[in-house]
């Protein structure tokens, strides 16, 4: 079992940036592929981006370019660090684990979709 807790989230406003933090505990971290997620008000839950257990990263466009990734193996804690936060960023925001491994984006969605997950943090965004 994987028990997984979101942090870091709050309201900013536009421009800003602000990092997200997901603690985990319970089974060995490293061999993990992680995710996040996040839904906006109405919307169905999306992927954000992940990474794998071997740290290669993946991001849908939104996020290329404006969020990062990162795991910390020694803390057991994966980050997304969001920069220029836009009005559509506002959702909460989930961390995922997973221990399958993956070897693509669409298979590491799938996998954490069915994995472990926390129980989200909001994210708003004002103008």
């Known amino acids: 079992q994987v028990q997984l807790v979101e942090s870091g989230g709050g309201l900013v406003q536009v421009g800003a940036s602000l990092r997200l933090s997901c603690t985990a505990s319970g089974r060995t971290f490293d061999g993990l592929a992680l995710g996040w997620f996040r839904q906006a008000p109405g919307k169905v839950r999306e992927f954000v981006g992940g990474?794998?257990?071997?740290?290669?990263?993946y991001y849908v466009d939104s996020a290329k370019g404006r969020f990062t990734i990162s795991r910390d193996n020694a803390k057991k804690m994966m980050y997304l660090q969001m920069n220029s936060v836009q009005p559509e960023d506002t959702a909460v925001y989930y961390c995922?684990?997973?221990?399958?491994?993956?070897?693509?984006?669409?298979?590491?969605?799938?996998?954490?979709?069915?994995?472990?997950w926390g129980q989200g943090t909001q994210v708003t965004v004002s103008s």
């Open positions: 995922a684990a997973t221990n399958a491994f993956v070897s693509s984006m669409r298979f590491l969605t799938e996998a954490l979709r069915s994995g472990y």
């Open positions: 990474i794998s257990s071997n740290s290669r990263k």
